[in-house]
């Protein structure tokens, strides 16, 4: 069977078999609510689309309001490198090769719905998500937590008959989610709502993202050859709620009874509620787990893309003894380890540092007095490099570089 000549049910019935095995209920799921009349009156468009499986193109349309990460439009200076300045370490007599190393910087908002930004986003919300694991374990994330065992993965799908929910009621989805997820036994976890499924998707990772040893931050060329690499071409996506789910499920194994997180339980829930659980098991890593799922998750105004629920939230979470929120390393030089300092590309400093002085006065003519040019580094990507020295200088006190962060151009 081709896709072209497959018939539309046999096409949703190889779509339904993925769906399930990625753990998406199978379509005519039951509700925990009892299904009424209302309901579907607040979206009668919806009702049709989730059977069909509409595929369409959120770029272009949003269903039930929600976008996903880089649909937005990017701020000017997103994206933008300031080439006559960065990040340096201009001290050539600790370098082996008589260079200097300069660190170009790319303006960022951060923002999930920017074009340019989202994937460094997603990279400092994933750290961000790890950080607050590292902290409990006083060891790398996936580690165990006394009384709370390792970070697991779950998904738990909202069947058909709830999913218009997500249009102005996400607040009752959730509740109902957070229900489900503490009958299997979730005490502390951080969510990530994803509004859309789409079957070339897989709910694991697909590769790791290196960091970068000096300041535990992501590797640049490995942020991008990973984006590059995932399959940025799916544009079509439906309506398939669900929500990722990262955290703690104490397991009780000598006491089965005790035991929540089993499959007599996920059965048991999905026979009442229609909800379909599935436990994807202990992470390698927490990190690369999270920062995947934000790269498809729901974006709308108002909303936050990342919850922190049960022991886990906000209110809760320092009654766990966390280790103190970890200050962010500084850049260093890689060879000489010297942190990093803002520097600019100024040639005619150099120059006019020979017009003026006493010795050069009277040969000004022997001095290169044309134009400087532009920075050795004009047209590079952003990330560090090994230049020739000279034409680069520190700051002065009180001069500044651009600022890497963007923010909406200023509301006057
Ligand atoms: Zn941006
Ligand atoms: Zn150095």
Excluded at 42 to 57: G, K, M, Q, T
Excluded at 86 to 111: D, M, P, W
Excluded at 311 to 317: A, C, E, I, M, T
Aim: hydrophobic letters at 35%; glycine letters at 8%; a neutral charge.
């Amino acid at each position: 069977m081709t896709w072209g000549q497959a018939t539309d049910a046999q096409l949703l019935e190889v779509l339904n078999a993925t769906c399930v095995s990625l753990g998406i209920p199978p379509e005519r799921g039951r509700s925990i609510a009892p299904s009424s009349g209302t309901k579907k009156s607040i979206a009668p468009f919806f009702e049709p689309n989730y059977s069909v499986r509409l595929y369409v193109d959120v770029k272009a349309w949003r269903p039930l309001g929600w976008n996903l990460p880089s649909n937005g439009v990017a701020y000017d200076a997103c994206g933008h490198i300031w080439y006559d300045e960065g990040q340096g370490c201009l001290r050539l007599e600790n370098h082996s090769e008589n260079k200097i190393y300069v660190r170009l910087v790319a303006g960022t908002c951060f923002r999930a719905e920017c074009p340019v930004c989202y994937q460094k986003w997603a990279a400092r919300e994933a750290g961000r998500i790890e950080d607050k694991f590292k902290r409990l374990s006083r060891n790398n994330a996936e580690a165990s937590v006394p009384g709370y065992g390792r970070p697991v993965h779950a998904v738990i799908s909202v069947p058909e008959i709830d999913a218009f929910l997500i249009y102005n009621n996400l607040d009752i989805l959730k509740d109902k989610i957070y229900a489900i997820a503490e009958k299997v036994g979730l005490k502390g976890y951080c969510v990530i709502f994803h509004p859309y499924a789409n079957e070339k998707m897989h709910e694991e990772t697909p590769e790791k993202i290196l960091i970068d040893k000096s300041t535990g931050d992501f590797d640049l060329d490995s942020l991008r050859s990973y984006y590059s690499k995932m399959n940025k071409h799916i544009n079509f996506w439906y309506v398939r709620p669900h929500f990722h789910i990262i955290g703690y499920a104490p397991r009780d194994y000598d006491n089965p009874e005790n035991d929540a997180f089993n499959e007599d339980t996920i059965t048991r829930i999905y026979n009442e509620t229609g909800y379909v659980v599935k436990n994807l098991g202990v992470r390698d890593s927490v990190r690369n787990t999270a920062h995947y799922q934000l790269t498809h998750a729901g974006v709308k105004k108002g909303f936050q893309t990342v919850c922190w629920v049960g022991d886990l939230s906000n209110r809760n979470y320092h009654k766990m003894n966390p280790l103190p929120k970890f200050i962010p390393k500084p850049h260093t030089c890689p060879e000489c380890q010297a942190e990093l300092a803002p520097v600019r590309w100024d040639p005619q400093a150099e120059i006019s540092g020979q017009v003026f002085s006493v010795d050069n006065y009277s040969s000004a003519e022997c001095l290169d007095l044309s134009e400087p040019g532009p920075s050795p580094l004009e047209g590079m990507r952003e990330g560090g490099y090994w230049i020739d020295p000279g034409g680069w200088r520190y700051l002065d006190r009180g001069e500044k570089n651009h600022s890497c962060l963007v923010r909406k151009p200023s509301h006057r």
